[in-house]
Nanobody
Framework: QVQVAESGGGLVQPGGSLRLSCAAS????????MAWFRQGPGKQRELVAR???????EYTDSVKGRFTISRDNAKNTVYLQMNSLKPEDTAVYYC???????WGQGTQVTVSS
Protein backbone atom coordinates (compact mmCIF):
# COMPACT_ATOMS: atom_id res chain seq x y z
CA GLN A 1 0.00 0.00 0.00
CA VAL A 2 1.08 3.57 -0.68
CA GLN A 3 2.46 5.25 2.44
CA VAL A 4 3.13 8.73 1.04
CA ALA A 5 1.39 10.12 -2.05
CA GLU A 6 1.72 13.53 -3.71
CA SER A 7 -0.88 15.27 -5.80
CA GLY A 8 -1.54 18.70 -7.29
CA GLY A 9 1.21 19.01 -9.87
CA GLY A 10 0.60 20.31 -13.34
CA LEU A 11 1.41 22.92 -15.97
CA VAL A 12 1.26 26.58 -14.97
CA GLN A 13 2.39 29.86 -16.49
CA PRO A 14 5.18 31.95 -14.96
CA GLY A 15 3.78 34.00 -12.10
CA GLY A 16 1.08 31.46 -11.45
CA SER A 17 0.34 29.40 -8.36
CA LEU A 18 0.00 25.76 -7.52
CA ARG A 19 -0.75 23.87 -4.32
CA LEU A 20 0.78 20.45 -3.79
CA SER A 21 -0.60 17.97 -1.29
CA CYS A 22 1.06 14.97 0.30
CA ALA A 23 -1.06 12.43 2.13
CA ALA A 24 0.71 10.03 4.46
CA SER A 25 -0.45 6.87 6.15
CA UNK A 26 0.02 6.04 9.81
CA UNK A 27 -1.41 7.08 13.14
CA UNK A 28 1.87 8.73 14.19
CA UNK A 29 1.96 11.30 11.38
CA UNK A 30 2.10 14.24 13.76
CA UNK A 31 5.42 13.26 15.33
CA UNK A 32 7.40 13.24 12.10
CA UNK A 33 8.99 16.12 10.29
CA MET A 34 7.96 16.30 6.64
CA ALA A 35 9.77 17.79 3.69
CA TRP A 36 9.40 18.66 0.03
CA PHE A 37 12.27 17.99 -2.34
CA ARG A 38 12.50 18.63 -6.04
CA GLN A 39 14.63 17.48 -8.93
CA GLY A 40 14.76 19.57 -12.07
CA PRO A 41 15.98 18.29 -15.43
CA GLY A 42 19.72 17.68 -15.33
CA LYS A 43 19.93 18.69 -11.67
CA GLN A 44 20.50 17.07 -8.31
CA ARG A 45 17.60 16.54 -5.95
CA GLU A 46 17.37 19.45 -3.54
CA LEU A 47 15.48 20.24 -0.37
CA VAL A 48 12.78 22.83 -1.00
CA ALA A 49 11.00 23.13 2.33
CA ARG A 50 10.73 21.34 5.63
CA UNK A 51 8.27 21.38 8.51
CA UNK A 52 8.86 19.86 11.92
CA UNK A 53 6.42 18.23 14.32
CA UNK A 54 6.07 21.59 16.06
CA UNK A 55 5.40 23.32 12.71
CA UNK A 56 8.74 25.09 12.57
CA UNK A 57 9.60 25.66 8.90
CA GLU A 58 12.65 26.15 6.73
CA TYR A 59 13.10 26.90 3.05
CA THR A 60 15.81 26.92 0.48
CA ASP A 61 16.76 30.49 -0.42
CA SER A 62 15.41 30.32 -3.96
CA VAL A 63 11.81 29.81 -2.78
CA LYS A 64 11.71 32.02 0.31
CA GLY A 65 8.82 34.44 0.17
CA ARG A 66 7.12 32.47 -2.59
CA PHE A 67 6.50 29.00 -1.17
CA THR A 68 4.79 28.02 2.07
CA ILE A 69 4.86 24.59 3.66
CA SER A 70 2.14 23.65 6.13
CA ARG A 71 0.62 20.57 7.69
CA ASP A 72 -2.76 19.37 8.82
CA ASN A 73 -2.17 16.56 11.30
CA ALA A 74 -5.87 15.70 11.49
CA LYS A 75 -5.71 14.86 7.78
CA ASN A 76 -2.22 13.32 7.77
CA THR A 77 -1.36 15.80 5.05
CA VAL A 78 1.40 18.27 4.28
CA TYR A 79 1.00 21.04 1.71
CA LEU A 80 3.27 23.17 -0.40
CA GLN A 81 1.68 26.40 -1.58
CA MET A 82 3.73 27.72 -4.49
CA ASN A 83 3.19 31.30 -5.65
CA SER A 84 4.95 33.50 -8.18
CA LEU A 85 6.22 30.44 -9.97
CA LYS A 86 9.24 30.70 -12.22
CA PRO A 87 10.45 28.45 -15.04
CA GLU A 88 13.35 27.37 -12.83
CA ASP A 89 10.81 25.85 -10.43
CA THR A 90 10.10 23.21 -13.05
CA ALA A 91 10.87 19.86 -11.48
CA VAL A 92 9.47 16.66 -10.11
CA TYR A 93 8.44 17.41 -6.54
CA TYR A 94 8.76 14.70 -3.92
CA CYS A 95 7.28 14.44 -0.45
CA UNK A 96 9.46 12.88 2.23
CA UNK A 97 8.64 11.65 5.71
CA UNK A 98 11.60 11.80 8.05
CA UNK A 99 12.56 9.02 10.49
CA UNK A 100 10.39 6.55 8.58
CA UNK A 101 12.45 7.52 5.50
CA UNK A 102 9.56 7.26 3.10
CA TRP A 103 9.44 8.99 -0.28
CA GLY A 104 6.42 9.73 -2.36
CA GLN A 105 6.34 8.85 -6.04
CA GLY A 106 6.73 12.45 -7.15
CA THR A 107 4.49 14.89 -8.97
CA GLN A 108 5.52 16.92 -12.02
CA VAL A 109 5.42 20.71 -11.87
CA THR A 110 6.06 22.51 -15.14
CA VAL A 111 6.24 26.31 -15.31
CA SER A 112 6.16 27.48 -18.89
CA SER A 113 4.53 29.91 -21.29
Amino acid sequence: QVQVAESGGGLVQPGGSLRLSCAASGSMFSIYAMAWFRQGPGKQRELVARITSSSSTEYTDSVKGRFTISRDNAKNTVYLQMNSLKPEDTAVYYCYQEVRRIWGQGTQVTVSS
